[in-house]
């Protein structure tokens, strides 16, 4: 997928020109909104973005605000970008679930490429073994971002978060690979992350209790790997 639909917002006016242009270089659609509320009534909208790129600094809801109600609705990725405290801002900011920060002024260019590799990590193929894989009666596709329960005799998608999927699809690429909690963070949440490891865990949690028929062993100490049977 390379035609994705980016939701920039950003309060000054000739900097979302310029950033809009660049996005738009790359064959994305973006839609521009200058303040927080605008951009609040659009996480209502049945079109969903493949990605949010928030300022902290907005008139009307500001961008905390704006990143709370967008993963209390859904868990599309979001880069924040901020001129304020930079170590704060980046702390409090990855806590509440923002999966990238760039801090103000930067280059157009390098909001390029960490889109990107964001995008590319959440929505790209993370193998090139494109076949569906059949585990325990699930039915995972990893072009699709799919997994179904052929055991409950329905054809209904498995409901996970981008990132207990991203999980999965990791360690049943390579079925029996031992991955660390290191290597399991940098693909899940990027070389940027800014957190304890104990987020792996409690991801591994939710996906046990929605696949409890996965056999997905911890290797105290070290990390997690999907085992056959």
Excluded: C
């Amino acid at each position: 997928m390379s035609e994705y639909l980016i939701n920039l917002v950003e309060d000054e006016e000739n900097l979302s020109e310029v950033l809009k242009a660049y996005l738009e270089q790359e064959g994305w659609q973006v839609d521009v909104f200058h303040d927080g509320d605008q951009a609040r009534a659009a996480i209502e909208r049945k079109q969903k973005p493949h990605l949010w790129i928030l300022d902290i600094m907005l008139p009307g809801t500001d961008g905390y605000q704006l990143l709370k109600a967008i993963k209390e609705k859904e868990d599309t990725p979001v880069i924040f970008i901020s001129a304020r405290d930079q170590d704060l801002d980046r702390v409090l900011g990855l806590e509440m679930g923002s999966d990238d920060y760039l801090a103000k002024p930067f280059l157009p260019q390098e909001l390029i490429i960490r889109a990107k590799k964001l995008l590319n990590r959440v929505y790209g193929v993370p193998t090139t073994d494109t076949k569906k894989i059949e585990l325990n009666q699930y039915l995972i596709d990893p072009v699709g971002r799919i997994i179904t329960d052929q055991e409950a005799n329905h054809d209904d998608a498995i409901d996970l978060t981008t990132k207990e999927m991203d999980l999965i699809l990791l360690l049943t690429a390579e079925i029996g690979k031992a991955f660390s909690r290191e290597k399991i963070i940098e693909h899940v949440w990027g070389e940027n992350y800014f957190g304890s490891e104990r987020a792996v865990d409690d991801v591994v949690r939710r996906v046990r209790k929605k696949m409890p028929r996965i056999h997905l062993e911890t290797l105290y100490g070290y990390g997690y790997r999907v085992l056959s049977s």
